[in-house]
Structure formats: structure tokens, C-alpha cells
């Protein structure tokens, strides 16, 4: 069974930085897209930021500049590099890849369980 774990988030104030780390299960044979995603409360699931397997990198407008995206495909890990941190940042954080089972000849998409990102004076 393939899993994304998820570690790095936490509760910082106003200015600080946070590194997310994702990394899948063994028994992968594949890994494409990856990307980070937010929920924040009462509000509805977005992307944040996302890289390609050729390591192109996209981020939504709220974050360029302050959140820069990388992945080791050896280490099966994607990070979220956070700065400058502001209080709108408060979410849940989520990473999300694209996956083939050494078992499989098809990428799936997987998420993992979460994070919690807060930020407040």
C-alpha cells in the first residue's frame, strides 16, 4: 500500500519560515507531478504549488516569492520551503503525487493525511 507522509508543519509566528517534507512508501517504480496543497477553514482546497518531473515549477500568486517547491526522486520526497510567513497562511497543508506501484504499469494519484500550518501572533 502506498503512503505520503507528511511532517515539518506546526504553529510559527508572523515572519517565520516552516519546511514541509513528503515522502511516499517504497515500493515505487514511478513518480510524475507533485504538489502541495491548502485548506484553509471554511474555504476550499487549493493548489499552492507544484512541480513536474522535469522539475518545472509553478505557485500560485499568494506565495511566489516566499514558497519555493523541490523534490529528490531518489529520497521519494517533495518539500514546501515556506518564508516570510503571514497569518493567511493558516491551513492545512497537503501534498499530493502522482505514483506508479513497482506492481502497476499506471500512475495514481496520491495525498497524504495532512498538515497543520499555523501562523499567529
Known amino acids: 500500500q502506498v503512503q505520503l507522509v507528511e511532517t515539518g508543519g506546526g504553529s510559527v509566528q508572523p515572519g517565520e519560515s516552516l519546511t514541509l517534507s513528503c515522502t511516499a512508501s517504497?515500493?515505487?517504480?514511478?513518480?510524475?507531478?507533485m504538489a502541495w496543497y491548502r485548506q484553509a477553514p471554511g474555504k476550499q482546497r487549493e493548489l499552492v504549488a507544484s512541480?513536474?518531473?522535469?522539475?518545472?515549477?509553478k505557485y500560485t500568486d499568494s506565495v511566489k516569492g516566499r514558497f519555493t517547491i523541490s523534490r529528490d526522486d531518489v529520497k521519494r520526497t517533495v518539500w514546501l520551503q515556506m518564508n516570510s510567513l503571514k497569518p493567511e497562511d493558516t491551513a492545512v497543508y497537503y501534498c499530493?503525487?502522482?505514483?506508479?506501484?513497482?506492481?502497476?504499469?499506471?500512475?495514481?494519484?496520491?495525498w497524504g493525511q495532512g498538515t497543520q500550518v499555523t501562523v499567529s501572533s
Open positions: 499530493t503525487a502522482d505514483l506508479q506501484h513497482l506492481n502497476s504499469t499506471v500512475y495514481s494519484t496520491w
Open positions: 517504497e515500493g515505487i517504480s514511478g513518480i510524475d507531478n
Open positions: 512541480i513536474t518531473y522535469g522539475e518545472v515549477k
